[in-house]
């Protein structure tokens, strides 16, 4: 810790006294998670915690107010749209800069914008699906040229893949994985925090940014550290190690905290999801009705109790509880447990109980919590209570785990989302439209559903936005490109010392509001 002494010479009578003040103490929060960071890139990282760590170093153009889900002005100070809603103007604020000195200006955005464009990295579609090309303007004004009215292109521009980065640190033609691949190698963002020291899978210290232009971070230095397993890290926490804990705990440890008068506990309910992917285009899940056994034999109340001591909702759409246009949809069409309708569509596929399907069941380890490998075990006990059906439990860590979508190696696999923004569109034309579905190994593809997440993409009115939703709804259920399983709520306890956590309904969590007695 750096002490910082003042001296105050006081001359009474003629005779010098020194006073000096207390040492000022950095403020240090510690903080502890089972998560881990992929790629430190916003051009290829696609995972919560990873993209956590991305809103406290870097900023967007617009972001949003903590806990809420108000858009307000960040690196861009405005912005206007002409009358079709396929163009977007942004003025940008002056005088900012990197935290090495490196000007921000319209150009920095261009290179960042284009940078995710050529790279074709995991989270690009959030930018190639919408954006046709970036115009600077002058140094403080740029121009997004859209592929076509877009009535929710302020969020969008509001995640990740839209964060300015520092063109004389990044390469443009290759992605980074750790900031010793950066070009000087040290990661200087925008934001109110900066990476001072990075262990993969073990550290990342981040410290106040002196030259951030928005409001000074309340904690001067966050020490986060990464967990092998949940017990280990409520041990840590309970030892007074660790300051705050967030993802994941096991529900059992969430109860026992909860019931705790000694620690704060923040439930945040929102749009966080759980669901199981096929790859619909060439393995056994190709024919839809061996998808929709499998999304009726599922039993998510029993999930929710056993596995997590029903601190999760059951979920019927892949369009979370709570947000517009949610309909329960595979509750009414297929239900929960329903062996006679499996078995019959099981059977018309051409399987029996002599010859049954044969399929593998994967899920990784560590990336969603240990509770990870009892829901794929409760699944497999699910699904086999159809006799017409036999299932093998695979699983693979989370680098290779991606590999195997995109290598289409995973017949049928669990994955979980949290909100790139909020709008129904997000968790559907990123799982169901060709192009979305294609970076999420589920590989379907069809030009009518693409026709209507169009229309629903252009246009601004709500009454044709439900109609579109509630017809992809029903669809969902006839064409199981995924099932729905729960949605979840996410917990962060802290010692009684820490205060003002806000993670709204965009699951944001802003450390440079966090307070330290």
């Known amino acids: 810790m750096k002490n910082y002494i003042v001296v105050f010479f006081i001359i009474l009578s003629g005779v010098l006294i020194l006073q000096c003040t207390p040492p000022v103490q950095e403020v240090i929060l510690v903080y502890g998670t089972t998560e881990r960071i992929t790629d430190l890139d916003p051009a290829h990282a696609y995972d919560f915690h990873t993209w956590e760590i991305f809103q406290n170093i870097y900023n967007g153009l617009l972001s949003y107010a903590p806990g809420t889900t108000e858009l307000i002005p960040a690196l861009a100070e405005s912005y206007t749209a002409n009358a079709s809603g396929n163009e977007f103007t942004f003025t940008l604020r002056k005088g900012v800069k990197f935290a090495d000195g490196t000007p921000f200006n319209a150009q920095a955005v261009k290179f960042s914008i284009d940078r995710v464009m050529s790279l074709k990295g995991d989270p690009s579609w959030l930018v190639t699906d919408f954006v046709e090309s970036v115009e600077v303007i002058n140094d403080t004004t740029v121009k997004f040229n859209l592929t076509g009215p877009i009535a929710y292109f302020p969020s969008l521009v509001a995640s990740v893949p839209y964060f300015p980065v520092n063109p004389n640190v990044y390469p443009a ?49 966050i020490v986060i550290r990464y967990f092998a397993d949940a017990t280990t890290m409520r041990l840590a926490f309970e030892k007074g190690e660790l300051d705050l804990v967030y993802k994941t705990l096991n529900p059992s440890d969430i109860n026992d905290l909860a019931g705790n008068s000694n620690y704060r506990t923040y439930k945040m309910s929102g749009p966080y999801i759980r669901y199981i992917c096929f790859e619909t285009s060439e393995q056994v899940f190709k024919d839809k009705r061996i998808r929709q056994a499998a999304g009726a034999l599922l039993n998510r109340p029993d999930i929710a109790q056993k596995v997590f001591l029903d601190q999760v909702e059951p979920l019927y759409s892949m369009i979370p509880i709570g947000m517009i246009y949610h309909t329960d949809d595979f509750k009414s069409v297929l239900g929960d447990g329903n062996v006679e309708k499996a078995t019959t569509l099981l059977a018309e596929a051409g399987y029996t109980e002599a010859s049954p399907l044969k399929t593998e069941f994967w899920y990784t380890p560590a990336h969603y919590g240990d509770t990870e490998v009892d829901m794929a075990e409760v699944i497999k006990t699910q699904l086999e209570q159809c006799p017409l059906i036999k299932i093998t439990i695979k699983s693979a860590e989370w680098a290779t785990y991606k590999d195997n979508w995109r290598n289409k190696q995973m017949p049928f696999w669990l994955l979980g989302w949290y909100p790139d923004y909020i709008d129904p569109d997000n968790y559907t034309a990123a799982f169901a439209g060709t192009a979305g579905s294609a970076g999420m190994g589920i590989n379907f593809s069809s030009p009518y559903w693409d026709e209507l997440f169009t229309k629903e993409q252009t246009n601004t009115d709500t009454g044709m936005r439900k109609n579109v939703f509630i017809e992809l709804q029903k669809l969902w259920t006839e064409e199981c490109p995924t099932v729905p399983v729960f949605q979840g709520n996410l917990y962060v306890f802290t010692k009684k010392s820490v205060s003002n956590v806000k993670i709204g309904p965009t699951l944001i969590f802003n450390y440079n509001i966090l307070e330290m007695e």
């Open 173 to 221: 033609d290759r992605i980074v994985r750790d900031p010793s691949e950066l070009i000087g190698g040290e990661l200087v963002g925008l934001g109110p925090y900066k990476v001072i020291s990075f262990k993969r899978d073990e550290e990342i210290i981040l410290q106040s940014n002196p030259d951030y232009y928005g409001n000074k971070a309340k904690i001067d230095k």
